[in-house]
């Protein structure tokens, strides 16, 4: 369309320098412009110009729009991303672990370099949009709707770890709704994908075990997480919030809104409203509404150890 508009802007911008030049006003020259008003044949032809011009961009314009529309073919890696009042939610359905659960992250998305995803989106509540702008364009994430958005981030990005941001105002925390896409290279991709599908140790001793404690009892009123003890595997708790089976190993926390450190963690689990702004108090779990994190009161013991335990599930 670019190409086509130079042209266009050019054949213009030639004709009206030509016509200001060869028929300005001179010293002398008294008489008025032959006047072509009603000349039918320049109109039609005026008419016709334009809309043949319009076809010639109709073209790739509609095979573009074609081309986003339709699913990707051959090897792809499809990704469920699902919005929710203020994190995102990334499910791998075909990468699954030993009891077929499909890979579970939150805010942190991993991409192998080179190979084209495949990212359906969806929302829990409100309409979110899917924005990493130096990847792709925005895509909406819409409730009850499936919308689909395809990237192929280049082989040369690999490594490369980029930010992207809900780009569609969806209350509090929409400026904190953050997320960021690790490009990783195909290597690091499986050795991510195989870490992830693994089940966390249910510790045994030390703070840890008095963390997970705390756990069973506040946290997984919202959160769940893969866990494997003496008696095998166990999923615990409930999908509401982030699944923390992981939660220590990606790097930030709070939708990309905090670096993951032991201190931020515990700041965060202290006073999760001072961190982003939320309404945990309009929190109803029966109806599946859910708006950030509640303060659950925790003393500084407490705090310090479930932060050993999130920080131990790699
Ligand atoms: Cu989600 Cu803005």
């Not at 509609?62 to 081309?67: A, I, K, N």
């Not at 990334?90 to 939150?106: K, M, N, Q, S, V």
Request: proline letters at 6%; aromatic letters at 8%.
């Amino acid at each position: 369309m670019f190409g086509i508009s130079v042209v266009v802007f050019v054949i213009v911008e030639a004709a009206l320098v030509y016509a200001i030049i060869r028929f300005r006003k001179r010293p002398g020259d008294g008489v008025e412009p032959k006047q072509v008003h009603g000349n039918t044949r320049l109109e039609i032809v005026w008419s016709i110009i334009p809309a043949i011009v319009l076809a010639l961009v109709a073209v790739p314009t509609l095979q573009t729009l074609f081309d986003l529309t339709r699913p990707a073919e051959g090897d792809v890696l499809r990704v469920e991303v699902v919005g929710h009042q203020w994190w995102w939610e990334f499910r791998y359905p075909d990468i699954l672990d030993a009891e077929g659960r499909p890979l579970t992250t939150a805010n942190e998305l991993h991409l192998p370099a080179g190979k084209t995803a495949e990212l359906h989106m969806t929302s829990r509540d409100v309409i979110h949009s899917f924005w990493v702008p130096s990847l792709s364009g925005k895509r909406d994430a819409v409730p009850g709707r499936d919308t689909f958005l395809k990237i192929t981030p280049d082989a040369d990005v690999a490594g490369q770890v980029i930010p992207g941001q809900c780009a569609e105002y969806c209350g509090l925390s929409h400026a904190d709704m953050r997320f960021l896409v690790f490009v990783d290279a195909e290597a690091d991709f499986a050795d991510w994908t195989m870490e992830q599908t693994e089940p966390t140790q249910i510790p045994t001793d030390g703070p840890e075990a008095a963390g997970y404690e705390t756990f069973t009892q506040i946290c997984t009123t919202c959160h769940q997480a893969v866990v494997v003890g003496d008696a095998g595997v166990d999923v615990i708790g409930t999908a509401f919030g982030p699944d923390l089976t992981h939660v220590g190993s990606r790097s930030t926390i709070a939708a990309a809104v905090k670096t993951n450190t032991a201190e931020h963690l515990a700041e965060w689990i202290d006073s999760p409203v001072s961190v982003k702004p939320m309404a945990p108090e309009l929190n109803d779990l029966a109806a599946g509404r859910v708006l950030g994190m509640p303060d659950y009161g925790l003393d500084q013991r407490q705090i310090a150890e479930l932060v050993a335990l999130l920080e131990a599930w790699k």
